[in-house]
């Protein structure tokens, strides 16, 4: 499956909601952080680095961005490219995680892929603990774990992306949001915009919901 090309979501919402319907299973420790970042968020907005400092916002929260992103996908990796914060990803097509102990753990994290019928799956490991998994505050920790399948739908219109998460630290139990994404050939992506800056409308999407 070859996900290349210009991708933008459909619509935005700011929190993460599971595909079963069901409440997020936040453990103790989990549902307090949430508390602790939906009441630091209220009192300033810089509490949310990703919006104060531009830092790169993460796995989930970077496919929640109302903004396009690209994807180049080769036989050895694929990148993703998002215009928000001009953060970037690679994922190599490999079958194991490089050596945690080599590589410092980062902002996207450390993705493999590899190819299952009809779907990229994306697994992706060794996280930093300085994002959030959305943009309500929803914490994780540094056990977070990402899986993602990753399919074209509707004749390769759209994009489909569901993401199982992972992180006994902040949830009881794995579960798994889906987003999809529309192909944009007509978009270019740019890279010289980050956040507070002035840039393209993205009203439309603003409107709309991400995912179900």
Known sequence: MDVSGVWWAAG???DLVPTDGKPIPLTAKGRAA???NVAALKKSPAADAAH???VPQGVPRSL?????FRIFQSASQVVFIHEANRAFRIVRLADTHADPDVWDRSYMGEGIARQETGALVIDTTNFNAKTWLDDS????GEQLHTVERVRKINNGLELEDIVTINDPEMFTAPWSARFVFRSRPDVVVTTDWVCGEAHRDISSVKGGVTYR
């Open 12 to 14: 935005y919402r700011p």
């Open 34 to 36: 949430y508390v602790e």
């Open 137 to 140: 505050g929803l914490p994780h």
């Open 64 to 68: 929640m961005a109302p903004y396009p």
């Open 52 to 54: 104060a400092a531009c």
